[in-house]
């Protein structure tokens, strides 16, 4: 099928950027059965009109039950750093978890801070 055009496009990435405020709203007040229904929906209108997730906003989310991941409540996140840098998120609702690695902001600290030195 042909791409959305961009206007339409646009309107749907502002939509999913609302749906995930909304999403943590209803996460922060303990309903979480609508946070992730706000997940499905911003999920389903990224597929339907090619936009992707942003960044940030995909880290809210579990990739395996696409449930809403509020830290301290469903999710529980940890910083590794053997063998290589990483932040690893346990899902609560499905158990599996999800390694983010940041290697390269760690190099662009280390890059930042030798510089400084010049
Ligand atoms: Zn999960």
Redesign the pocket.
Known sequence: MARKPPWLRRLALREIVRLFELAEKRALSGDMDLSNRYVQIARKMSMKYNVRIPKHLKRRF?K??Y?YLLPGRNCRVRVRSNPYPRVVVT?L??G?ITRYPYLEEKKNARRKKTSRKD
């Open positions: 579990c395996h039950c449930s899902c609702s499905c599996k």
